[in-house]
């Protein structure tokens, strides 16, 4: 038995008896205020929504989560780089930060002070006023610092409100030539389930390991109910940080491989990245190629093909 097929069976899984989660990977290749009793305010209309006739999903931005079931697989980096990318590829972009510890704002080097995502909409006010510049010209919306009191309210509300994100997306006034990238914190939460309520593309983001490799069954189940949709999204699964020159992450990404039925994404270990976003500088103004960058840059032309509109 080969080391792909042991860890398969570590996991419990056989490719060929595993018909469900197959066909689901074949998609490879779419305010609360403080709680005082008082009303919420009246709903904006739905980013999802197909209100007008017509091509309507083509007139609003593409959006594009990157979402893992454990931490620790890059997910802030890879957002930022495929922000900064995208952006130099001709879209025109709005990273989002959906995670609480506030990451982002770090990789693009904005200041700790800037009011975000969860302080803004917990006054009720409209994210348009908290956009920073980022990198290559793109725009930025990080969460911002927020206590514990202020994120259970947020999360509480976000409970309530499924179409929170859809809302305030819509109130950006953005166009189909915009793309927004949005960053989820680990996990089946509030704020990947917004993210993925409105996703065109879902990146699902791991590292070769088995930590990655036994989470697909959550996976399954995260995005279920959002394959079920009439708007379903395209789902990519990305090994983030390959290293070539390990056996054992071969070994994993050939593990993938069968488990999902086809080739994962890949994008390789590069220290230039990680030492640019360390120190809040873009990552794509290195000069030096690399098969990091040209990974970088095959995604972003895969995240400029056409929404599926069916």
């Not at 290749?29 to 008082?38: A, L, Q, T, Y």
């Not at 001709?90 to 969860?118: I, K, M, T, W, Y």
């Not at 994404?265 to 220290?271: A, C, K």
């Amino acid at each position: 038995m080969s080391f792909t097929d042991r860890l398969l069976v570590l996991f419990g899984k056989n490719v060929t008896r595993d018909a469900r989660g197959l066909d689901a990977r074949l998609h490879f290749f779419g305010s609360i205020p403080v709680d005082d009793g008082s009303p919420f305010p009246p709903q904006m209309p739905c980013a999802n929504e197909h209100t007008l006739p017509g091509d309507a999903t083509m007139l609003r931005p593409k959006v594009v989560a990157l979402v893992s079931v454990n931490g620790g697989v890059g997910r802030s980096t890879l957002a930022t780089a495929l922000s900064s990318g995208l952006q130099r590829h001709g879209e025109s972009v709005l990273a989002l930060d959906l995670d609480p510890q506030n990451a982002l704002r770090h990789h693009f080097g904005v200041s700790a002070g800037v009011c975000g995502v969860g302080r803004t909409s917990l006054r009720n006010a409209q994210w348009a006023q908290i956009q920073q510049p980022g990198f290559a010209g793109c725009q930025v919306i990080t969460f911002g610092d927020t206590d514990s009191q202020q994120r259970e309210n947020l999360q509480r509300w976000l409970k309530r409100e499924p179409d929170w994100l859809a809302q305030h997306l819509s109130a950006l006034n953005l166009s189909e030539r915009h793309t927004v990238v949005i960053d989820t914190p680990a996990g089946n939460n509030v704020y990947s389930q917004q993210a993925l309520n409105v996703a065109d593309v879902v990146l699902i983001v791991a590292q070769a390991d088995a930590a990655s490799l036994g989470t697909l069954d959550q996976v399954d189940a995260m995005l279920a109910p959002y394959l079920e949709r009439e708007y379903s999204p395209r789902v990519h699964f990305l090994i983030n940080q390959v290293d070539d020159s390990k056996a054992f992450n071969l070994d994993m990404v050939e593990a993938f491989q069968q488990r999902l039925g086809q080739a994962p994404l890949e994008v390789h270990r590069d220290m230039a990245i990680s030492e640019a976003l360390a120190f809040g500088t873009d990552p794509l103004d290195n000069r030096v190629t690399s098969m990091a960058m040209d990974d970088i840059n095959d995604l972003c032309r895969l995240l400029k093909a056409p929404k599926k509109t069916a």
